[in-house]
C-alpha cells in the first residue's frame, strides 16, 4: 500500500470494527485457480492486433489498457507475448489517438505499470493532455474531468476518478503533475461530497446531480485519500536541517474521509452497488481500492476482501471461468480479477492500535512508507493493516508477519483481566511464529517504555526472556542494508523460538540532542519525486531510518510474506485434533533452563507429518516432561533441543540415565546449531554415561536406510547464512554428508544428537541467522530417526 492518508482515516477503520469476527475462510487454491482461469480465458479472447472488446471508437484504449492492468495484478510477466501484443497497439494508438478520458486514463496507468522507463516519453504527453482536459474555472465542476476536454459538458466523478489514478500513477513512476491540477482536484472531492458522507455520479450543486452510490462513495474516498496524500503534511516535517516530529495533518479532510468510510460501512454490501443496483464489478473494483488504501482488514464489521472474494467465486461461469454485465465480459472480467489479485495482497505487518486517544498513531504514514520501501526493493506488491489489538483474537493477529507497537502511552490496558487477556493472545502470536516491533517516541516520558517492559514480562514471564541490547553482529544490522555506524541506535530484543521475535526501540540521545524516531524518519521518507530535496544530513538520516526498519522486516520475514486468502491454520485447532490417547504413541519433551521449547511445533510438525504419511499411530500432541518426574519413565521417545547453556540437577540426571538404561529413547538438536546447547548437552551425557561416549553414526549405520521405511539418505541440503561485504545477507544451502552423534547401549542407539539445527527447520522457521538443516532434509533425518526409536524401543508404551 503505497497512498498516504490523513490520521482520521486509521482511526476511522479502528473505531468501526465492534469485533474482528473470523470471516468465512477461503480456499487460497480455489482463489488461485479463478484468477488463472480468468487469465486464460482474457489471453484466448485477444485479437490479432493486440486489443480486446472494441466498444468504440472514441474509447479505442480502454478495455485494452484495463486487461493491461488485470493480467499483470495477476502475476502475467510484462514482457509475455500476450503483454507485449497489447502494449504494441496501445503506443501505436497514444496520446488523443486513445480516446476520450477513460481511455486515456487506462492507458496512463498501462504504461506506468507495465513499462514506465520505455515509454516514458508517452506517459509525459498523456499527463499534459489530462490536465489540459482538467475542468477549470468558476463552477462546481472545476476540477473534475469529463469523457472530453473543456468541460462544456460538466465533469463526472468516474472520469475523474480515473484521470485521478492516471496521473497517482504517473507520480510515482517521477512524471509529476503541476500543483495546480492537483490542488484544484483536491477541492472537487472536497466540494462534491454528500451531506450523508457519500458521493454521486456528478457534483453536488451541478445542473442533475444525485444522491451517493457506494461506486461513487469509492471513488470520492480514494481520490480524496490520493489528492490530499500528494498535497497534504504528513505527521514529521522539516526546518532546514531540524527535524519535526508530531506534525499535525489536515483534520477538517480527515473528517470527510471518516464519513465517507462510515457511510460505506453503514451501506456495505457485495452482492450489488449500493444505492444504485448495477455496475457491480465497477463497484467492486472500486472497493478493493478504498479496503487497500484505508489498510483495514474490515470496513465497518465486514471482511472486505474475503466477502468480496466469495461472491466473485460463487458469480463467475462454471464453464469458462468468466465473468459479465452490461460492460461485456472482458471489462467484467478484469474488473474481478483485479479484486481478486490486489486485494490479496501480501500484508507485510500490522500496526497496532491501543488506547483510547491517538498517541499510537502520531506518524500516520510511517508503516505506509515503510511498505512502500519494501515493495520497491523486494519487487513485490505488498499492504499493511492497522488492528485495533483489544478486539482482535490470536488468529486475527497471524494475518501479519509482524506487529508494530508505536507510541508514547502504555501499551497496557487498565485493568488486570485486559492485561492478561492481551499477554495471551500476544504469546500466542509469538508461539505460532509471530514477531513484534515496538518503539518509543521521543516524547514518551517513560509511559510506553515501561509499560512495553511490563507487558513483554507478562508474555515471556519464564526466566531468560528479558529484553537485551542486540550485538552489532546481529543480522537485523546487515539483512538487507549495512547501517552507517553513526546512524546505528540501541535496539534490544528477545531470543525466542528460532530466533529474534522481539525487536524494541527505546528513545535515542545522542549526547544533549534527542534524536527522531525510526517511526518519525519513515513519515519524512518522500513517495513522489517532485523536486524537493532534503539536506543531506537528514536524508543520510532517512536512509538509515528506512534501511534498519528493512532489515528489521527482511529478519522477521525472510523475505516470504502470504496472500491473504493464504490463512495460517490454527496451531491450537492442529494440536488438539486427536481427543485422546488410546492406542496411540505418545512423546515428551524434556525441561531445561536452556530454551527448551524454543521450537514448540518442530515436533508437532514431524509427528502429523508421520501420521498423515507414514500411517503412525502417534499422538501430535507433545508433553513438556520434567527430567526427575516418575511420568518420565511412560513415553517411549523423548525430545530435547535449546539454544542455550543448561545444566540438570544430580536427581534429573538420575533420573534420566535410569530412563535411558531401561529402553527409552533420547533424540536432540542443537537448535540453530547452537554451540553452547551442543557442549551442555554433550558435558551432561558424559556426566551420566563416562563410560560411553558420544560417536559419529557413520553413513553405513542403517538409521540411513530405507530399513525401517524411512528415507535413504547420503546427503542433506545444509542452510548456511552468508554475507558479503556491501551486500544483504542471504542463505544458500549445500549438500554436505549429515552428521549425527550417538550413545549406543549393545547393538542400539539410545541418545541420538544432531549439532545442525533440526528442530527450527521443522518448526518451518527458515530465518537468515539459523545455520542448520532445510526443511526437507530435516523432515528426512527427524522421520529415519523416529523410525529407529520406535523400532529399538526396549519399553513402548502407548495409550
Known amino acids: 500500500m503505497i497512498f498516504k492518508r490523513p490520521i482520521v482515516v486509521c482511526l476511522l477503520v479502528c473505531f468501526l470494527l465492534p469485533n474482528l469476527l473470523s470471516a468465512q475462510d477461503l480456499d487460497s487454491e480455489e482463489v488461485r485457480q479463478a484468477i488463472e482461469r480468468g487469465v486464460q480465458l482474457l489471453r484466448q479472447r485477444q485479437r490479432q492486433d493486440g486489443r480486446w472488446d472494441l466498444s468504440g471508437a472514441d474509447e479505442l484504449c480502454g478495455s485494452t489498457s484495463l486487461v493491461v492492468l488485470a493480467l499483470v495484478s495477476s502475476g502475467v510477466p510484462r514482457n509475455d507475448p500476450t503483454i507485449t501484443r497489447a502494449m504494441k497497439f496501445l503506443r501505436e494508438n497514444s496520446g488523443k489517438r486513445a480516446g476520450r478520458n477513460y481511455s486515456l486514463s487506462l492507458q496512463t496507468m498501462a504504461f506506468c505499470v ?193 466477502q468480496g472474494t466469495d461472491r466473485l467465486l460463487r458469480a463467475r461461469d462454471s464453464i469458462d471461468g468468466r465473468w459479465q454485465d452490461q460492460y461485456g465480459i472482458d471489462v467484467a472480467t478484469a474488473f474481478a480479477l483485479l479484486f481478486l489479485s490486489k486485494g490479496r495482497r501480501p500484508v507485510l505487518m500490522s500496526k497496532i492500535h491501543f488506547g483510547d486517544d491517538d498517541t499510537w498513531n502520531v506518524h500516520p504514514n510511517d508503516v505506509n512508507n515503510l511498505t512502500d520501501f519494501a515493495e520497491k526493493n523486494w519487487k513485490l506488491d505488498l499492504t499493511w493493516q492497522i488492528i485495533p489489538v483489544d478486539r482482535a483474537t490470536t488468529d486475527d493477529l497471524l494475518q501479519s508477519p509482524v506487529l508494530y507497537f508505536s507510541g508514547s502511552r502504555s501499551p497496557l490496558p487498565s485493568n488486570d483481566r485486559a492485561r492478561a487477556e492481551l499477554a495471551d493472545k500476544l504469546r500466542g502470536y509469538l508461539d505460532q511464529g509471530g514477531f513484534i516491533i515496538a518503539e518509543a517516541q521521543p516524547n514518551d516520558r517513560g509511559d510506553f517504555h515501561d509499560g512495553f517492559r511490563e507487558l513483554i514480562e507478562l508474555v515471556l514471564p519464564e526466566p531468560g526472556y528479558g529484553l537485551q541490547l542486540l550485538e552489532e553482529s546481529h543480522p537485523i544490522w546487515m539483512a538487507e542494508f549495512p547501517i552507517e555506524p553513526e546512524q546505528m541506535r540501541p535496539i534490544e530484543g528477545i531470543n525466542f523460538g528460532c530466533r529474534t521475535s522481539v525487536v524494541y526501540i527505546p528513545r535515542y540521545t545522542e549526547g544533549a540532542r534527542l534524536r527522531p524516531s525510526l517511526s518519525c524518519l519513515w513519515e519524512l521518507a518522500q513517495i513522489f519525486d517532485r523536486g524537493t530535496k532534503y539536506p543531506d544530513s537528514v536524508q543520510r538520516q532517512i536512509d538509515a531510518g528506512l534501511g ?173 547464512p552468508e554475507q558479503a561485504p556491501g551486500k544483504r545477507m542471504v542463505v544458500a544451502e549445500r549438500p554436505v554428508v549429515p552428521e549425527l552423534q550417538g550413545i549406543r547401549f549393545g547393538d542400539r542407539l539410545a541418545v541420538v544428537f544432531s549439532p545442525h539445527d533440526v528442530s527450527c527447520a521443522l518448526e518451518k522457521a527458515d530465518t537468515l541467522e539459523c545455520k542448520g538443516y532445510s526443511q526437507e532434509s530435516a523432515m528426512q533425518l527427524a522421520v529415519n530417526v523416529l523410525l529407529y526409536a520406535l523400532e529399538h524401543r526396549h519399553s513402548s508404551q502407548s495409550r
Open 548 to 720: 534498519i526498519g528493512l532489515n528489521i522486516l527482511a529478519y522477521a520475514t525472510n523475505r516470504e510474506v502470504k496472500f491473504k486468502d493464504q490463512q495460517a491454520e490454527s496451531i491450537t485447532k492442529r494440536l488438539n485434533a486427536a481427543e485422546n490417547r488410546r492406542g496411540r504413541i505418545f512423546l515428551g519433551l524434556l525441561e531445561h533452563s536452556g530454551g527448551a521449547n524454543a521450537a514448540p511445533h518442530a515436533i508437532p510438525n514431524l509427528l502429523q507429518w508421520s501420521a498423515l504419511h507414514l500411517g503412525l499411530p502417534v499422538d501430535i500432541r507433545v508433553d513438556r516432561v520434567e527430567p526427575a518426574s516418575p511420568e518420565l519413565l511412560s513415553y517411549p521417545i523423548v525430545f530435547v533441543h535449546g539454544r542455550s547453556a543448561f545444566q540438570w540437577t544430580d536427581t534429573q540426571r538420575a533420573q534420566l540415565k535410569q530412563y535411558i538404561e531401561n529402553g527409552g529413547f533420547l533424540f536432540g538438536s542443537a537448535i540453530c546449531s547452537s554451540k553452547p546447547f551442543a557442549d551442555s548437552l554433550k558435558a551432561e551425557m558424559k556426566r551420566m554415561f563416562s563410560d560411553r561416549p558420544f560417536e559419529t553414526i557413520t553413513p553405513a549405520d542403517p538409521l540411513w536406510s530405507e530399513e525401517y521405511g524411512g528415507f535413504r539418505i547420503r546427503t542433506l541440503q545444509l542452510r548456511l
Open 114 to 306: 507495465v513499462s514506465p522507463d520505455q515509454d516514458k516519453a508517452l506517459i509525459r504527453e498523456n499527463v499534459r493532455l489530462l490536465e489540459e482536459n482538467q475542468v477549470k474555472g468558476n463552477s462546481p465542476n472545476s476540477g473534475g474531468w469529463h469523457y472530453t476536454g473543456g468541460g462544456g459538458g460538466g465533469s463526472d466523478l468516474s472520469n475523474s476518478q480515473f484521470s485521478i489514478l492516471a496521473l497517482y500513477e504517473a507520480e510515482r513512476v517521477g512524471v509529476a503533475a503541476k500543483k495546480e491540477t492537483w490542488q484544484l482536484a483536491l477541492d472537487y472531492w472536497d466540494r462534491t461530497q454528500n451531506e450523508d458522507g457519500s458521493w454521486g455520479y456528478t457534483p453536488q450543486g451541478a445542473k442533475g446531480s444525485d444522491s451517493g452510490t457506494g461506486s461513487m462513495t469509492c471513488a470520492g474516498l480514494a481520490s480524496l485519500i490520493v489528492t490530499s496524500g500528494v498535497l497534504g503534511q504528513g505527521g514529521a516535517a522539516t526546518r532546514g536541517e531540524t527535524i519535526l516530529c508530531f506534525q499535525k495533518p489536515d483534520a477538517r479532510i480527515a473528517d470527510k474521509i471518516d464519513r465517507g468510510t462510515a457511510w460505506l460501512a453503514r451501506n456495505f454490501s457485495v452482492s450489488q452497488n449500493p444505492r444504485s443496483g448495477s455496475w457491480l464489478y465497477y463497484y467492486l473494483y472500486s472497493l478493493e481500492r478504498v479496503g487497500r488504501m484505508t489498510n483495514g482488514r474490515f470496513i465497518g464489521d465486514h471482511d472486505w476482501y474475503r
